[in-house]
């Protein structure tokens, strides 16, 4: 199952150059980079050159996550109207930096005394609307990521599918898992929406938490996810989004992934 090419979220205590090097060394496909902190857009743009090149000298693709901090679901239509112009910002980055992808959530944190599920969809919508042809203007696959704190978690992400035929997904095995997702069902939605799913978030856990694991030390079981992937012949980036920087655990999730193959 080469068709999946395997990358890693680099932690924000990583250095951007040795990092990529070591990815390379370990057979990595690509880093997935968040847009925050140390690596927030302000704070990388002066040095997007340089970045692109280590990339490109070390043959390593990049994915780019935008911020999910800034709420493109808020209530207020100035703030929607602030999230919106810094994300597209960050696709602009992403561009410089030779990315494909931006991986970009949903979501909405709307105060749920305050509002309905109803307006704070539509504030959601009111973003993406602009969102996903920004993305698909600058030659960007926009993958949206199912969630787990708004509406659209994995159970309900395809009726956001069908607003959005541009769209694309981003599949987190973790929030899925953590919507109630069993991992069977999983399996059987990537059969039946894994031709847009064009990225996934390969995150294991232990329990009710979103512990970002490396697959195999968590307790989900990824058979199902696999088996669809084979059977459906899948063709796509995988992130390993663990919450470490330590090289050595995030080379045995590699490992994991590589027995499915």
Known sequence: MRSL??????????SFAPTVRWAADEGFDFVELLLD?????????PRTGEMADALDDHGVGVVVHLPFNPDPGSPFAPVREGVVEE????????????????VFHPSS????????DEETRE??????????????????????????SSYYDATTFPELLERYPEASMTFDTSHAHLA??????????????GERVHHLHLVDTRGDADEHLPVGMGRLDFDPVFDALRETE??????????TSDLDTI???KKHVDAYE
């Open 234 to 243: 899948w063709a796509g980036t995988a992130t390993l989004e663990i919450g």
């Open 251 to 253: 080379a045995v999730g």
């Open 123 to 148: 504030f959601v919508h009111d973003s993406l609307d602009a969102l996903v042809p920004a993305a698909r203007e600058r030659g960007l696959d926009p993958c949206l990521e199912n969630i787990v």
């Open 37 to 45: 902190g140390p690596y927030a857009r302000q704070r990388v743009e």
């Open 180 to 193: 109630g997702v069993s991992a069977d069902e999983m399996g059987a939605f990537l059969r039946a929406h």
């Open 87 to 102: 994300l597209v910002a960050g696709m602009d980055t992403a561009v410089e930096l030779g990315a494909e992808k931006v």
């Open 109 to 116: 944190d709307a105060w749920r005394l305050g509002w309905s």
């Open 5 to 14: 090419d395997l990358g890693f979220t680099l932690g924000l205590e990583m």
